[in-house]
């Protein structure tokens, strides 16, 4: 069993307006995974400066960061970092460029946790519709440009707000979405912007929103998680980019 997370933390700024990145970190220990995904990790402009120090997290928490950064200062590429705890294996990582009228960016990671060896991608789409469903298939694409292929999980602020939009349709037809319910904003949530696709490798056992007292104050997303379990051999999927929900 994988427990797996996404959490855009809106560059540590609560919906207080004050950026206070220790929120950050004990919502991170509330959640407890395997792996978390973290979108808007980075500021935007400039040197593209972390809003968490990366000595932060390796003194309060028992995570390591897959260092995907080109920049000194940052903890990710385009705001995306990938955080695994200290006991799993860093394989191998990427950085995914994607088409954009700004720039944006996703990444991914070869990890071996619990023994498994899986590939994680990470990524903050765009909110133009027309660029989702590009980025998605560039997505897609660069994660199969391996000579190997291993059982993969997709996470992220998707910004696609319904679950029949056609961004959604983009991914692999064996692929399968997950909604974990609504994360937007997080005072009072009407929107499920953030989401998990699996492989038909994997089964999601469980999955939801992490809706704490501090997670409702720490950013304007809740983060997301699920329980993944992973067959021993590759399961045929039956689906064509089914979308499932959990609450």
Same mark, same amino acid.
């Given at each position: 069993?994988?427990?797996?997370?996404?959490?855009?933390?809106?560059?540590?700024?609560?919906?207080?307006?004050?950026?206070?990145?220790?929120?950050?970190?004990?919502?991170?220990?509330?959640?407890?995974?395997?792996?978390?995904?973290?979108?808007?990790?980075?500021?935007?402009?400039?040197?593209?400066?972390?809003?968490?120090?990366?000595?932060?997290?390796?003194?309060? #928490? =028992?995570?390591? @960061?897959?260092?995907?950064?080109?920049?000194? +200062?940052?903890?990710?590429?385009?705001?995306? $970092?990938?955080? %695994?705890? #200290? =006991?799993?294996? @860093?394989?191998?990582?990427?950085?995914?460029? +994607?088409?954009?009228?700004?720039?944006?960016? $996703?990444?991914? %990671?070869?990890?071996?946790?619990?023994?498994?060896?899986?590939?994680?991608?990470?990524?903050?789409?765009?909110?133009?519709?027309?660029?989702?469903?590009?980025?998605?298939?560039?997505?897609?694409?660069?994660?199969?440009?391996?000579?190997?292929?291993?059982?993969?999980?997709?996470?992220?602020?998707?910004?696609?707000?319904?679950?029949?939009?056609?961004?959604?349709?983009?991914?692999?037809?064996?692929?399968?979405?997950?909604?974990?319910?609504?994360?937007?904003?997080?005072?009072?949530?009407?929107?499920?912007?953030?989401?998990?696709?699996?492989?038909?490798?994997?089964?999601?056992?469980?999955?939801?929103?992490?809706?704490?007292?501090?997670?409702?104050?720490?950013?304007?997303?809740?983060?997301?998680?699920?329980?993944?379990?992973?067959?021993?051999?590759?399961?045929?999927?039956?689906?064509?980019?089914?979308?499932?929900?959990?609450?």
């Amino acid at each position: 069993m994988i427990k797996i997370g996404s959490y855009n933390i809106q560059k540590s700024i609560g919906v207080d307006a004050r950026r206070k990145p220790e929120r950050i970190l004990e919502v991170l220990r509330e959640m407890d995974c395997d792996i978390v995904a973290l979108q808007e990790a980075d500021r935007r402009f400039g040197p593209r400066e972390t809003t968490i120090d990366p000595e932060l997290i390796a003194s309060t #928490t =028992d995570y390591k @960061i897959v260092p995907l950064a080109t920049r000194q +200062l940052s903890l990710g590429w385009h705001g995306n $970092a990938i955080l %695994a705890r #200290t =006991d799993v294996n @860093i394989i191998d990582f990427k950085r995914l460029e +994607l088409p954009a009228l700004e720039p944006r960016g $996703a990444v991914m %990671a070869d990890l071996k946790v619990n023994g498994a060896l899986i590939r994680v991608a990470a990524m903050h789409l765009s909110v133009v519709s027309t660029f989702r469903r590009r980025q998605v298939a560039s997505v897609m694409q660069q994660l199969h440009e391996h000579a190997y292929q291993l059982p993969t999980v997709l996470v992220g602020d998707l910004n696609e707000w319904r679950d029949t939009g056609r961004s959604l349709k983009t991914f692999s037809p064996h692929y399968e979405v997950t909604t974990p319910g609504r994360s937007f904003p997080s005072p009072l949530p009407i929107a499920s912007l953030d989401r998990i696709i699996t492989s038909p490798e994997f089964s999601v056992e469980e999955c939801g929103v992490h809706r704490t007292k501090i997670a409702k104050i720490a950013s304007d997303h809740l983060p997301i998680w699920a329980r993944l379990s992973l067959a021993d051999h590759p399961a045929q999927s039956t689906s064509s980019g089914a979308e499932s929900v959990c609450q």
